[in-house]
Nanobody, 126 residues
C-alpha cells in the first residue's frame, strides 16, 4: 500500500523560505515520477512542480525561479524548496506519485498521478 505524507507547512512572512517534505512508503522514489500540487481556497488544484525518475524537472510559471524540487532516494522523500514566498503562494500543498515514469508525461497534470498525500498548509502573510 502506497502512502504519501507531507510535512513542513507553516505560517511565514512574504520573502521567507520554506521546505516541504513528502515521505513515501510502499513506493520507490528512484523509479517513479513525483510532483507537487497546491490548492488555494476557492481555486482549482494547481500543478506546480514535477520530478522525473531521471531527475528532470517541470515547473509552473507561477513558481519558476523561486521553487526547486528534489528527492532523496535513500530516505524515499520528495522535497519542495520554496524561496521568496508571496501571499499568493498560500495554499494546501500536496505531493503525488506515479510508478511508471515516462519523459512524455506532463507532470503538472493531476490526472497523471496514481497516489496523493493529504496535504500540508502553507500560509504566507504580507
Amino acid at each position: 500500500q502506497v502512502r504519501l505524507v507531507e510535512s513542513g507547512g507553516d505560517s511565514v512572512q512574504a520573502g521567507e523560505s520554506l521546505t516541504l517534505s513528502c515521505v513515501a512508503s510502499g513506493f520507490d522514489t528512484s523509479k517513479g515520477c513525483m510532483g507537487w500540487f497546491r490548492q488555494a481556497p476557492g481555486k482549482e488544484r494547481e500543478g506546480i512542480a514535477g520530478l522525473y525518475a531521471t531527475g528532470g524537472t517541470a515547473f509552473a510559471d507561477s513558481v519558476k525561479g523561486r521553487f526547486t524540487v528534489s528527492k532523496d532516494n535513500v530516505k524515499n522523500t520528495l522535497y519542495l524548496q520554496m524561496n521568496s514566498l508571496k501571499p499568493e503562494d498560500t495554499a494546501i500543498y500536496y505531493c503525488a506519485a506515479r510508478r511508471q515514469c515516462f519523459g512524455t508525461l506532463d507532470l503538472l497534470r493531476d490526472k497523471v498521478y496514481t497516489y496523493r498525500g493529504q496535504g500540508t498548509q502553507v500560509t504566507v502573510s504580507s
